[in-house]
Every structure is written in C-alpha cells, then in structure tokens.
C-alpha cells in the first residue's frame, strides 16, 4: 500500500539528515579513537595492584602496543589484571602482605577488575576523540540536538488539533506482528537470564528461580479459559512489520546491554562528555554521566515535539512542561552540582521501591556518613515512600508522579510518544501484567528487607533487627488487615483470588518476619541478601527497566517498563485503585466505540471498554496521561479528582439506555 | 430458542448482547461485511493510519464464543416469514424462533446520471473503505456531494493523503438544515482553513465517465465540469432493505416497526437505521440512522424479543461528531431554523472555533436544549436540566456544572454570563466553574428528590 503522507518540508529534511549524520558519528566516535596502555594511563592509585599490572602488562606484551579498537584492548588487559592477581596471590600465600597493608589492598579482588579496566580503557585512549572533546561533543550531541529541532519545529506550524496521521502506514511506528514480536520477547528473556549466569559468575540458582517464575506466570495467563496461545492480540500488527522501529529497537537495546554490561567499550562518550562534566561536577565523566546527558537531551527536544503535537491541549503542555524540569533539573543538574558542593549524589524525586538502591548500605552509609544535608535526604527519602505517596496519590491518583515527575515516565511521554500505540490491549497482556508488576514488587520488599536486616545492628541501636522487623510486620498486618476489613465491607472491588493471594503474600512475609525475629538467623528469608540483590539489579534494575524498558518501545509500546516491572508503580497503582479520588470519568452515552482511546493508552488499557458502557475508569495501572480524553473525537473522557463517590468509583454502572432497576437479570 | 439477527452493526450487536444478558437462548448474528463487530464511525480513523482495522473492534475475538454468541458470515438473501427461515446467497437455510432485522442503511443515490461508475460511492461499510482505499493511489481530485456529517469525514480523510477535494453542498451552508447558522457557517470556515474547496449552492447534474466506466469528473447544475477520479456520495443514507421487498413484512421507507420495535409479522423486530417507527416521539424523525439509537434500539428490542415488553424511548436527543479540529455536541431540542418560540444565547470564542449556545423557550424561560463546538459538557448534567425545564437564569447561573473540557483548559461560562448580562440588562453571577465534585452533587442531589 503506497500513502500519500505529510511531506517533508525542506527545513526538516535538512534536520533529518543533520541528526541521522549525528547519530551515525555518535556512534562511530566509539571506534574511532585507539588504545595504547602506559604506567600513566593505567588508572590505579593502589601502587601494589598498580605494580602488579604493569608486570602482567608487560609480561604480556601490552605495554606500549596500539590496539585499534576496546574489544581488543579490553581482553587484552583482562588477561593482565587475571596474571596480577595470580601472582599477588601467589606472593600473599608465600609471604602475606606487607607490614600495615590490608589483605584486599595488597591483593586484587574480582570486584576490582570492572573499575580498573574501564578506567584504564578510558586513559589508554588516545585519538581524535581524545584531543578534541568539546569539537566531538558538538558534532554528535550538539548537532543531533539542531538536527531534532529542525525536524521538530515545523510542526508548530499548520492548525493545532489531534495529530496521528500515518502512524500506523509509518514502518517506524507501525509495530510487528505477534509472532514477531513474541520472538523478540523470547530471545530477550533467554538472553538476559542466559546472561545472568556468567553475570553471577555461574550461580544457577537465582537465573533458574527467575526461568521458573516466569514459566509459571505463563502458565497462570495461558491457563484461564479465556484466552490460548494461538488468540490473536489485539495489539499486535497483524500483517506489518514496522522494520525502521526494529532497527530503533535493536540500537537501543544494544547501547543498554554496553551501557549495564560492558561501559568499557563506551570511553569515547565519556571522554566527549567530559568538558561538560567537569563544568557541571568538576569530576570526570562516567557512562551514567553520559547517559544522563543523553537521557535529558532526549526528554527536552522530543518534549519540545509533544507540546508542538498537543500544542491545542493545555494539560499536555503543562504536563510535558513538567516532566521535562524534573528531568532536567532534578534528575540531571541537582545531583552535579551536588557532588560539586561535596555533597551525596542524590535525586531527590526517585523513590524506593523504584531507587531500589536507596536502603543499600553504601547508601545509608554515605547518606548517615554526610552530615545535616545527608540526614535531611534521607528523612525525605523516607518522607516520599510513607507520606507523598499514599496522600499525593488519595488527591491526585498515581500521575502526579507516574506521567508529571518520574523520569522513566518522562521519557517514555516524550522520547516513547511516537509508541505509545504499540501496548497490547488484550485482556491476556492485562492478566501477565498484574502477576508480573506485583511479583516485582513482592521480590523488592523481600530483597531490600534483607538488604536492611543484614545492615542493621543485632541490638544496641534502638532501630535494631527485632524492631525493623516488628515494624514490618506491624505496617504488613495492618495494611492488610484494613483492605481486608473494607473488602470484607463491600468498600473495595477486589476478587476474592486478589484477597487470597494477597493475604498470602502477607503472611509469608509476617511469618520469615517472625521466624528470624525468634530464631535470629542472618539469612533474611534464607537467601544471601548479596546475592540477591546482585541480582535484582542485574534483572529489574538493569535489563528489565534499561535494556526491554526502553529497548522494546517501538515493539511493545513506550511503557513497558511503567506497566509490567515498575514495583512503585506497582506501590502507587495499589492506592490508586483503592484509595483515592482519581478517576476517568466517561460522558453519559457519548460513546461511538471507535477505539481510540484504547488504541492510544500507552498502558494498553481497554478505556473502550469502561467508556461504552458508561463505566469510570479506575485502574491501578493508568498513569493519567490524559491522551485518551484528547484523542477521544466525541468528548467523552475525562481525568477527575472528587471524594464525593470515591469508594464507589468503579461500581456506578451509569444506564445508558434502560436502567438495571427496570431489570431482571439472571445474576 | 434460537433468535437470529441480521446485521453485526451497533444495533445487532447490542441486541445480542442483551439476549445474553436476559436469556440463555440460542443467538447467530449473521453479516455480509465482516466477521466480527467493529466500530463504523470508526472507518475514516483506519483510512487516515490512526488505528488499523483490529483496533475498532469493540471486542476482543474471544468474546463471541465465550458469551455463545454465533457469528456467521453470510449474505441474506430471502426471508421466510412463515417458514421461520432465512435463505443465504450460498443457498444455506437458517431456521430461527426469533428474528431481529438490524441491516442498516445504504448510502443514497438520487438517479444522478453516472451514479453507478467505478469510483462513485458512499462511505457506510468496510467494503466502502477499501473502495477508497483502492481508489486513492493515484487520485489527482475527489468531489464529494453532499453536506453532511460523512461528507466532512470523507473531505478529512483525503486530506490527510494530500489528495485535493472539492466538496459541493447544494444548501447555502454546511449542514444548515440542522447546525443553526452561526455554528454551520463556523465549519464552512474550518473546511476552508483546512484547503478544501467548499462550493456552497452547488448541485449535482451528472457524473461523467473517463471512457472507462470510472468516475472522470462531475458537471454540476450550473454547467461546471470539474475533473475528478472519485466520486464520493454523502448525502443521507437509506434504510437497506430491498431483500425483504417479497415478504410480509410492510415497510415504507424503511421496515414498519410499533413502540416496541416489533413488526406486523410475529416475532420478527427491527431496530436501528432499518426501522422506521410507526409513532415517533414529537419532535423525532421516525427514522434515525445514528449510532446512540441504533444503540439504544438494540438494548430495548433484546428485553422485547426476550419477554420483558419494553417501550422503545430514546431520551432526550443527543449527538456529536467532529467536523476537521472541532468538536460538536448537541444536547435537546436545538433547531437550524427555529420556531418562534425558540431563543437563543449564542456565544462564540474570537478564534472562531468554539461556541456555546443555549436555546430557550422563550415564553416559559425554560432551557431546551445546548449545541457545543469546541467546548465539550456533560450529558447527565444537561439532561437533567432539559428534562426538569430548569429556568434559564438558573442553568446560566451554574453554567460550570455542565463543562466537562480538560483540567487547566479555559472555563467560558463567565463571559457566557456576561454575555447573558449585556444582552438583558441583568445581573447574575457564575455560581458554580468545572469540576466533578459540584456536577456530582447537583446529580445525586436531583436523583434523591
């Protein structure tokens, strides 16, 4: 099928070529440098592990050799740092360390090895890159910014109104079919887990407890009667292949696997990013500076194009408008000019559960460790989980985060805009989503109650073990208990499956609670709380938020991440859906089903469904985006706030025609 | 039981729904056109890339079998009215105990020389929608005849692929026998502002062929040739019911139906753009080929083919639909000419793409009716106050309870007020702005007394 589509004007053809040379240079810049390792530039100030190296280096030829790329150099000084800590080793067995030298100062631990080598790889660089910084930084980010804003500003121009054209004619935005798609999905999984293995260092056992609870959600969707494997989802191009958004994905997904995996080979970005990192920090650059960097560049110009695209909706400018400043200010600049001030690293809108690392030790640690500034972040830190959002989320429901704050929601409003019709609406991809967010919520609070169990003191402090879990179990229990109470009373929608796995879940949690607080074992729910949070950065913090969050938007749609795996998401969902006076309220009988609404939740709700029948929509997973009611052609939607009816939100059936009192239904 | 229905558009399958709901009888929807459900008013979203095919689909596919709703795909073609069968064109026969007829309509073809070339058609059906499809390729001009709300779509549509249209209305502005004039000469500007070329008072004469048996341009009746390769038909559609021409079932314009939507045959109803009702309520056509009542019909011929006698009422009017960018509701009795004791407030943004107007007895002081462009309101809230013939000082006064736009978009009930004031020389004040809390408590308020 040939469209005729919105040409180009010469303006934006002139910005598409701009930003794709960009891009093409951006990621050229990796390669273009070469790497040549010398005492100078073996970053290391140990002088034992320093000496060390530098005889494995030289042993092994590397000293003063040029490798042309870092998947040479890389290796190569890989097999040196193994020699260093073979012959410290040896030395430490037959001598021991040198008077006044601690053990791991004296010998190379395995943890050291990623630090050194992408230090060493970045200073072993030399080049273009290297000598022009600043030049580079303009000719790739610089002009990939210009580029993005030709192509963008253009569409100031013509009458404002609903902009989605072509979007499914275009071969980026059109999406796959569902065996295409499932492939992905597969190869993502058995990849990411696969990898988790080497990543563990062969531990078997948290890659096969994840394989097994994936199986088993599977099992749980694919079991109920309503849908099989072979249904068609409604999501999913039946017939089209969007191959420009598979490139897209395929790109991301790779710049995610380097950026978690292997920052080594990402030095050229680091090394453009450095003027401005010394600007802003005064320190130099590391792959989380430039993926900051790129992050906000991407949330400010693809911002820019939503206000242009919604310029007639004043909640979707207000709203762009806001995620932009977060990102920008909060998430970007704050935290440097933090550092700069000799203060903790801190974003001050990222909570627990999703900043899953703020109850780490180093962090508490830092936190405690920093004085007034250090204690006021973490009483706000705390302040944001038990306060902002239960009441934030009671007046306003979750988007007062989720779509005007959060930078994962940031990103995905903006950079994920063109996307956000590719989430499945299929009732199947409902049921996967609720097993699969709440488990990563479940898998959170057990791996951060361990995480804390096993930093805090056995006694002494007064916020001790036993009180840690006495207070658990005291909130689990009493939440709980208070939805139980109010479901019991009719008050709140739940099933009674929903009841049982919940009160479940809550007495397994009370119960490891109980066990440890008599027996005093030091493993949190029998689990090295090590390794479990090894691997719940390595698979929630990482691959599912980074490389399938954001890697799969032009194949699953911009909130992949937001929608199955966000476990505050999960947090702020639960009191959206139960208590709170956020709503989507839907115009009496205006309603002609034609599905764009649906179609347009990029939290592949069916709003159709609710908005036909004359149902408010009230869902923990809505984000309160506000695009359905702007898409809507007839003006039927609504995002309201009201405590008037607030617990009766979702069982007001409005009669469109005939009320159910004239009715005699059979149940 | 088995109940069959004709028809898998909104009217069919509302009714089906609600047999489910009401009964456990055997229920087969039958259609020509496709095999599942899907959202008619949605056709020109598909067209213009917003959504494919699958996405107007109301339901997912796993909802018919699982509610055990048969869904057949065949054409009618004969209808034994004794024999309780309906015969399909590949010569199946089709007993059933009931019978709902939901066929809907065709678009009208007014004996316009040319009319049944390639190219030249309506927009009703999917099968019109790939028709345009097909066409589009390479199509240098389209006409479009006839000032209605599918006109525009289709004039909507072809812009989107950068195909120029000309549009003719033979009315001396668009859609002026039901938009009042200020609203209706609104959208002959939006047309324009969008590129299209609007001809207003120009009629039709004759479809000329390009010598291949396609559309090759239009002659109008003042003589003009225009060059074209497309012809779009859209002015009304007609109850579709020629198969039934040898039953006995009577039928004028379209199939006779009483207030209980049944027809002169035992157990056999129609509903929606098909029927024609015997008693229209006052002020209703007897019939009306829109998407609320062939809902409505739907849900009220279910409860009368199950037993629950159920007269057919459909409320207070209402409608809405989207000319380009602007968005149009109208709530109760709001007239392109109206009678005499009709008044109207009329208040119009300065852009020129938004008005709210509010139409009043203007004996009794009592509200009638409000026609929005651009400005969404409520229905439950407009309703309530047509229905309980609220004085217009009161409505105007709380004007906010009805504005269901977007948070932080502008509330233009002040200078409604104020304009209410300057035209009369009073003195009110806004009492209530937007917002769900008030709208909620003037509801349940009402619905408690």
Known sequence: MSVKRNPLTLLQWIGLGIFLTALLLFTLVLGLDDYRLHPDSLAVSNTYHKEALLEAARDQGMLNRTYASSFAFAPAFQRAFRQAQADLQNRFDQQGAPEGVGEWEYKLGDWMEQEYLLHTVKHSSRGPVRSNPLLFWLLTIGLGILGGLLYILPKFRGLPGIKNNHIYHSHMTRGMKLSVRSAFLAAALFGIIGYGIFYLGGNYFWPGVSLLIALLITGLVLYKPKTSPGDESRSASPHATAWIGLITGLYLIGFYVLLYWTPQHLTGWMILS???????????????????????????????????????????????????????????????????????????????????????????????????????????????????????????????????????????????????????????????????????????????????????????????????????????????????????????????????????????????????????????????????????????????????????????????????????????????????????????????????????????????????????????????????????????????????????????LRALHIPESKTALPN | MHVAIIGNGIAGITAARFIRKLSDHDITVISAETDHFFSRTALMYIYMGHMRYEDTKPYEDWFWPKNRIELKRAWIERVDVEGKTLYSSQ??????????????????????????????????????????????????????????????????????????????????????????????????RHIREHGIDLRLRTELDEILDDGTGSAGGVRTKAGEEIDCGFVGLTAGVHPAIDFLKDTSIEMQKGILVDDYLQTNVPDVYAAGDCAQLRNPKPGRRPIEAVWYTGRMAGETVAYNACGHPTAYDPGIWFNSAKFFDIEYQVYGDVQARAPEHHASLYWEHPEGRRSIRLVFDRNAGHILGFNLMGVRYRQEVCEQWIREKTPLREVIQNLGLANFDPEFYDEYEPEVVALYNTQTGDNLQLRQKRGLRAALKFLNHKQLN
């Open chain 2, 91 to 188: 010569g199946e026969a089709i007993p059933y105990d009931k019978l709902i007829i939901a066929c809907g309509s065709a678009p009208n073809r007014f004996g316009w020389p040319g009319q049944d070339l390639r190219r030249v058609q309506g927009l009703y059906s999917y099968q019109d929608l790939q028709g345009m499809e097909a066409a589009s390729g390479e199509l240098e001009r389209a006409v479009i005849v006839g000032g209605g709300l599918i006109g525009v779509e289709m004039a909507e549509m072809f812009h989107t692929r950068h195909i120029p249209v000309t549009f003719l209305v033979r009315e001396s502005s668009y859609w002026d026998m039901v938009l009042p004039p200020e609203e209706s000469q609104m959208v002959n």
């Open chain 1, 274 to 652: 450095d003027p401005l990192s010394h600007t802003l920090s005064g320190k130099e650059a590391s792959q989380w500076f430039v993926y900051g960097t790129l992050y906000t560049v991407a949330v400010l110009v693809m911002g820019v194009r939503m206000i242009a695209k919604y310029r007639h909706n004043r909640y979707q400018i207000i709203r762009t408008i806001s995620v932009m400043f977060f990102q920008l200010a909060f998430a970007f600049l704050i935290p440097e000019i933090l550092v700069r001030l000799n203060q903790p690293y801190f974003d001050f809108k990222n909570i627990w559960p999703l900043n899953y690392t703020f109850f780490f030790d180093w962090n508490l640690n830092n936190l405690i460790g920093s004085g007034a500034t250090g204690l006021f972040m973490l009483v706000w830190g705390i302040a944001l989980i038990v306060l902002a959002v239960p009441l934030l989320t009671y007046f306003y429901g979750k988007r007062w985060y989720c779509s005007w704050v959060c930078g994962c929601g940031g990103l995905a409003e903006t950079l994920g805009d063109p996307y956000r019709q590719l989430s499945d609406k299929s009732l199947r991809a409902w049921q996967y989503e609720r097993w699969i967010i709440h488990g990563v919520l479940v898998f959170a609070v057990i791996m951060t109650m361990g995480v804390l169990y096993s930093y805090l003191p056995a006694g002494e402090l007064w916020f001790n073990q036993r009180n840690f879990l006495m207070l658990v179990m005291l909130m689990l229990a009493g939440a709980m208990g208070y939805t139980y109470y109010r479901w019991k009373r009719g008050a709140v929608d739940i099933s009674r499956l929903g009841i049982r796995v919940g009160i479940g879940v809550t007495v397994l949690l009370i119960g490891i609670s109980a066990y440890h607080l008599f027996s005093g074992s030091e493993k949190f729910f029998f689990l090295n709380s090590n390794e479990t949070r090894q691997w719940y950065g390595f698979l929630i913090g990482s691959a599912f938020a980074g490389v399938i969050g954001t890697g799969f938007y032009p194949i699953m749609g911009n909130r992949v991440w937001c929608r199955f795996g966000c476990p505050l998401a999960a947090y702020l969902g639960l009191v959206q859906r139960f208590k709170s006076r956020f709503r989507i309220t839907t115009n009496g009988g205006q309603c002609i089903s034609c599905g764009n609404c649906s179609t347009y939740c990029e939290m592949g709700i069916d709003v159709r469904w609710y908005a036909q029948r004359g149902q408010d929509v009230v869902r923990s997973s809505c984000v309160g985006c506000g695009i359905c009611a702007a898409v809507c052609p007839r003006g039927v939607l609504r995002l309201e706030n009201s405590s008037l009816d607030m617990d009766e939100r979702t069982k007001h």
